[in-house]
């Protein structure tokens, strides 16, 4: 009988999602999701505006045996079956962190098996690439709530940081024009849905740096000219115009840098991951750009774009095909960086 390939439980419970997810691949061979369980908490932080740390932990630890046990039936597995045991370790909330990574050491001490602790912006940065065979040299773009980075990647493991944010984060950016627009938490997936109805064009928002040589980002003069013109508004104001210009400036800054370091490193391949990739118009204006530009653009799936375990697995499997693993006592690191 042919040697099974390796099998790698993980967790993510940086945020509000409380997720696990059951991976199997080696060499060779494409990564293969066999169970990824979700469970949100969205909604209980909705009537708060934001995430709520002390509530967030708590869910966590109400639903990660049952979702353990979900996945474990859903791939058909047990738990001696696992070869190592992974979680997310940073950046999040440092209780929320605290949640999964304890829960994935319990259980690779107890199996006698590795524990991996994972970057979380590292799952975000490979999720395009499960189901590859390869994770070959190419650019990355991670926008999300927390982050908007551009990495040059050498392959797994091989990270240059090209640019980042020196403010908020495009995601959180739309958290908080969300809210000034009065639209319920989070802000992203409303804005875009309320933008439908607007006219991109109907403000002429600041697309901050663009034209900078650098490659950081920046959202807060944005956000502040979005804030200073709904001021001066009639009541009701145009939401939808609003948003849509909004949106419009977003997209323009994040595909003008993107180009802007492909054509800096060379590189044929644009992978875009987090949150924000999820946005419909995004995704439209990437594809449209990287036609013109002859780059091979790669999105991940959308139940790949959001926080969840079966990206934190992909990292893990790559690592332990590597011969890595982590101490149990290695901590967590709510600020850890990613390069």
């Known amino acids: 009988m042919l040697r099974r390939v390796p099998l790698i439980l993980a967790i993510e419970s940086s945020c509000v999602e409380t997720a696990v997810a059951i991976v199997c691949g080696g060499p060779g061979r494409a990564a293969e999701v066999l169970a990824s369980e979700v469970a949100s908490q969205i909604e209980l932080h909705r009537e708060f505006g934001g995430v709520v740390p002390e509530l967030a932990s708590r869910n966590h630890s109400l639903h990660l045996r049952p979702l353990i046990e979900q996945a474990l039936a859903h791939a058909g597995v047990t738990v001696a079956e696992v070869d190592a045991f992974a979680a997310t370790t940073g950046p999040g909330l440092a209780s929320s962190l605290l949640i999964g990574s304890t829960a994935a050491k319990a259980m690779a001490c107890a199996s006698r098996k590795p524990f991996l602790g994972i970057n979380h912006l590292e799952g975000h940065l490979l999720s395009p690439f499960v189901g590859h065979t390869r994770v070959p040299p190419h650019l990355a773009l991670i926008v ?95 939401v939808a115009d609003l948003a849509a210009s909004f949106q419009q400036a977003v997209i323009e800054i994040l595909v003008g840098k993107s180009l802007k370091a492909a054509q800096r490193t060379r590189h044929r391949v644009l992978a875009i991951s987090g ?16 036609q013109r530009a002859r780059l091979e653009l790669l999105i991940a799936p959308p139940d790949l774009c959001t926080d969840n375990a079966a990206m934190i697995a992909f990292a893990a499997l790559l690592r332990h095909l590597a011969g890595e693993s982590s101490p149990l006592d290695a901590d967590i690191h709510p600020n850890l960086p990613l390069v």
């Open 144 to 238: 999300s709530g927390g982050h908007t980075l551009l990495l040059d990647v050498g392959g797994p493991g091989i990270y240059q940081k090209l640019g980042s944010t020196r403010d908020d984060a495009a995601g959180e950016a739309f958290d908080k024009v969300g809210k000034m627009l009065g639209l319920p938490y989070p802000g992203g997936p409303e804005i875009e849905r309320v933008a439908r109805g607007g006219n991109p064009a109907a403000f002429d928002f600041p697309r901050s740096m663009l034209h900078d040589p650098h490659l950081d980002f920046s959202f807060s003069g944005l956000k502040t000219a979005v804030l200073y013109t709904l001021q001066r508004q009639p009541s009701p104001p145009p």
């Open 275 to 290: 949150g924000v990739s999820l946005n419909l118009p995004l995704r439209a204006a990437l594809a449209r750009a990287c």
